[in-house]
């Protein structure tokens, strides 16, 4: 018996948790993000937007001249952060075959539920978020998670090009019979395929190829010869064919933070002090989910776009946010000139594990800070980050 698998997306996510908030902003073009001035970026854009051309990722100076009277809000990401744990549970209730993707996608094998009624089941699902929560979604189903997100944006794309209202969200529903894959992704641009960005695409183009059907009817061989072992994948991902499993759990791999200025900055000790403020955090996620890190990562972007990153090892894994900013701060001392400036900064750390924690008899002044931090953490956590925080560095 074939797998069924269902694909969610939340449509225009943070622009939805906003019109939730603020009703009046139905139907008219904003966008969450920065201000221009302050160089921000898009991080969502209502559907009336998109129909001028404003896509998320887009400066927002640029959003602005495609679309004069464009409203822009400011985000509200912890808020994102709860509407999604509040989807994702209610999804885990349908069934905990479920993985989250992203803060606004998941995956759900719903093989056999509701006596195999799939497209019953995507509407209660659809219709369960959208009267307790108020957020529209769109969803594909298939025999495999790659037919099935496919199937999602097209679904997408086919709303908002039909004739009903191009500033409504697609609320689409899309399903692809069991041995209708290959038929159903023929059609579609080479790029709509998993594994097809921008250079593969035009290396396709070169070879004439420009749909997915295209790629299936390309010997397999010559791929392979062409793309290495991602020309097989191609192959077999044009075929429709996926055998990827429903993962319900990720490791973290690394933790960070990072900021971009409004303008340059070159004062040394305006730096040190977001460095200072950006290992704090790190080190917060870290304690939150009980991990620490053996690797502390540098990231810095200058003023002409380019990008570096650094990173140094420690002699044991660390949760610490003074551990994790002085390491940092040599990495930044290492890399950069004084007053240099430097348009965004990043710390991260990788290599995560759970803490150890091994008091000796000279560890007595570690353990009493583990504790200080511990009572910092509860007191933040109760009160907000900043109701409470060590002095300032000199």
Not at 56 to 69: I, K, Q, T
Not at 197 to 212: F, N, Q, V
Request: charged share 25%.
């Amino acid at each position: 018996m074939p797998q069924t698998i269902l694909h969610l997306d939340l449509d225009a996510f943070f622009c939805a948790v906003e019109e939730t908030r603020n009703p009046e902003l139905r139907g008219k073009p904003f966008a969450v993000g920065g201000r221009p001035q302050e160089r921000g970026v898009v991080a969502s854009c209502s559907y009336a937007a998109r129909a001028h051309g404003v896509r998320s990722a887009m400066p927002m100076s640029r959003a602005v001249r495609l679309v004069p009277n464009l409203i822009i809000v400011p985000g509200h990401h912890r808020l994102y952060g709860e509407i999604s744990k509040q989807v994702m549970e209610r999804l885990r209730l349908v069934t905990p075959m479920m993985e989250q993707i992203s803060i606004d996608e998941a995956f759900l094998n719903i093989t056999g539920l509701r006596d195999g009624d799939c497209e019953r089941l995507a509407h209660e699902i659809q219709n369960g978020i959208r009267d307790t929560l108020g957020l529209p979604c769109s969803i594909g189903i298939a025999s495999n998670k790659l037919v099935a997100k496919i199937a999602t944006e097209v679904g997408k794309k086919g709303a908002r090009n039909s004739p009903a209202d191009q500033n409504a969200p697609p609320f689409a529903l899309t399903i692809v019979p069991a041995d209708q894959e290959a038929p159903f992704l023929a059609p579609l641009p080479a790029n709509m395929l998993w594994g097809v960005g921008p250079k593969t695409e035009a290396r396709l183009a070169e070879l004439g190829i420009h749909t997915i059907g295209d790629i299936a009817r390309w010997p397999v061989s010559d791929l392979v010869r062409r793309f290495g072992e991602n020309g097989r994948d191609l192959a077999e991902h044009a075929a429709g064919r996926d055998d990827r499993p429903i993962v319900t759990e990720h490791e973290t791999k690394s933790i960070s933070q990072e900021t971009t200025f409004a303008r340059d900055v070159s004062d040394d000790k305006l730096l040190e002090k977001t460095l200072h403020e950006l290992a704090t955090e790190v080190g917060r996620s870290l304690r939150k989910d009980d991990l620490a890190g053996r690797t502390v990562k540098l990231k810095l972007r200058w003023p002409d776009f380019t990008t570096l990153t650094r990173q140094t090892s420690l002699p044991q894994p660390t949760d610490s946010d003074e551990e994790i900013f002085r390491s940092a701060l040599l990495l930044l001392k290492s890399v950069r000139r004084s007053r240099q400036l430097v348009r965004l900064i990043g710390v991260g750390v990788t290599g995560l594990g759970t803490p150890v924690r091994q008091l000796g008899l000279w560890d007595a002044g570690t353990e009493k800070a583990r504790k200080l931090q511990e009572v910092l953490d509860e007191l933040q956590q109760k009160f907000g980050k900043n109701a409470i925080h060590r002095g300032d560095i000199d």
